[in-house]
T-cell receptor, first 111, second 115 residues
Framework: KQEVTQIPAALSVPEGENLVLNCSFT??????LQWFRQDPGKGLTSLLL?????REQTSGRLNASLDKSSGRSTLYIAASQPGDSATYLC??????????FGTGTRLQVTL | EAGVAQSPRYKIIEKRQSVAFWCNPI?????LYWYQQILGQGPKLLIQ????????DSQLPKDRFSAERLKGVDSTLKIQPAKLEDSAVYLC?????????????FGPGTRLTVT
């Protein structure tokens, strides 16, 4: 059974700092890995999707890496802004297109 | 391309009442998913449809939850009777078999509060 773990559970940083969120998964037989953003009480916004054959994806100030063999991914956020405050969820797609989520990292960027 | 639509966005009910949620997937997406997300947790798959057939409902509490996808397009998820622990955000997602079905697109969710 696939298990996804995210560390840390919560993070508070001052504006302008670079930060890294971590995700690990137990079964390396995945099709892809996604990072989502979720604002309180709202739905999910897909940030980056990395196919299993890829090593990283970049979008603006976000960079996600994937090391499938070790079961790890990181989300790097450069020059953080208060608007980045949200919960960040990592999810992997396994067999039968089943998506397994981590419990998320709650990020607060302070002024 | 229109995204996944869900309604209502918010619902407050008393325990033992019933409630229904509606989802309209992206046009042409054969696969539809319902997730339950309890506060502080990641979303948990309740049921997966492919067209109008059920692929996986292993985590659906069938004594009180039911879902249908008539005609393979829209879907409804019903809870009857609701319990306090059903308070959560209910997310609908869809994916396309034409692109391998491995990327899911999520709707805005329905936030349910059971009092």
């Amino acid at each position: 059974k696939q298990e996804v773990t995210q560390i840390p559970a919560a993070l508070s940083v001052p504006e302008g700092e670079n930060l890294v969120l971590n995700c690990s998964f137990t079964d390396s037989a995945i099709y892809n890995l996604q990072w989502f953003r979720q604002d309180p009480g709202k739905g999910l916004t897909s940030l980056l999707l990395i196919q299993s054959s890829q090593r990283e994806q970049t979008s603006g100030r976000l960079n996600a890496s994937l090391d499938k063999s070790s079961g790890r991914s990181t989300l790097y956020i450069a020059a953080s802004q208060p608007g980045d405050s949200a919960t960040y969820l990592c999810a992997v797609t396994g067999t039968a297109s089943k998506l397994t989520f981590g419990t998320g990292t709650r990020l607060q960027v302070t002024l | 391309e229109a995204g996944v639509a869900q309604s209502p966005r918010y619902k407050i009910i008393e325990k033992r009442q019933s409630v229904a949620f509606w989802c309209n997937p992206i046009s042409g997406h054969a696969t539809l998913y319902w997730y339950q997300q309890i506060l502080g947790q990641g979303p948990k798959l309740l049921i997966q449809f492919q067209n109008n057939g059920v692929v996986d409902d292993s985590q659906l509490p069938k004594d009180r939850f039911s879902a249908e996808r008539l005609k393979g397009v829209d879907s409804t998820l019903k809870i009857q009777p609701a319990k306090l622990e059903d308070s959560a955000v209910y997310l609908c997602a869809s994916s396309s078999l034409r692109t391998g079905g491995h990327e899911q697109y999520f709707g805005p969710g329905t936030r349910l509060t059971v009092t």
